[in-house]
């Protein structure tokens, strides 16, 4: 019983934070500002709602829990390397920034050497 | 199963499309390509999440497959469309 308390708190925690998540989605202003929201969404929303799944199975059936432990080491390790390649990708084809930003190290390293 | 969890469970699928469907706007007016290639990563981040609550629901260790499928395919992806953006100049 404990366990399925436990299990069903971090779904919601994970609910909630991927409402969030894509509410940041919409309103911030630009791609790399966005990536931020959306991390948001997978780390906080998905990964904790799998493991609270994970968590949720785990007296009942150990098999099941193993299985939704996976899918959460999954997500973890793929999300932030897409996230990566895709924004690194973005700044190489001079995706233009939002124009207050004030500190672009990736383009100083760049004219420097 | 007792009956108040399931109604719980089907609570937090319909919160999760629902942060689904708010994505959805993202990856149709994006003004570039990389927001809409973030707003569909997460959202099929989201979509194993919802796969693996439906699993817990219906009580089927099948559907876990198809979430490690769902968080594979939606990572290589992410990683084709990131090298095709990548030679390409500003805008679309």
Aim: proline content about 4%.
């Amino acid at each position: 019983m404990i366990a399925e308390l436990v299990g069903l708190a971090l779904i919601f925690l994970g609910v909630f934070c991927s409402i969030v998540g894509s509410v940041g989605l919409v309103r911030f202003p630009d791609a790399y500002i966005r990536s931020h929201a959306a991390t948001v969404s997978s780390m906080g929303g998905a990964v904790v709602a799998s493991f609270g799944a994970s968590i949720f199975a785990l007296t009942v059936n150990p098999a099941f829990s193993i299985k939704a432990f996976i899918v959460a080491l999954i997500i973890i390790f793929t999300s932030p390397t897409g996230t990566h390649a895709i924004l690194k990708a973005a700044h190489k084809s001079r995706i233009p920034m939002w124009p207050q930003t004030f500190c672009d190290k990736l383009k100083e390293d760049k004219k420097i050497g | 199963m007792i009956e108040p969890i399931k109604t719980i469970l089907t609570l937090t699928v319909l919160g999760i499309i629902l942060a689904i469907c708010i994505a959805f706007y993202r990856l149709v007016k994006g003004p570039t390509a990389p927001d809409r290639v973030i707003a569909g990563d997460m959202m099929a981040n989201l979509a194993t999440a919802v796969v693996v609550i439906l699993s817990i629901y219906y009580e089927e260790a099948m559907l876990l497959d198809i979430a490690i499928l769902l968080a594979i395919l939606g990572f290589i992806g992410t990683l084709a469309i990131s090298k095709y953006v990548e030679g390409r100049g500003v805008g679309d």
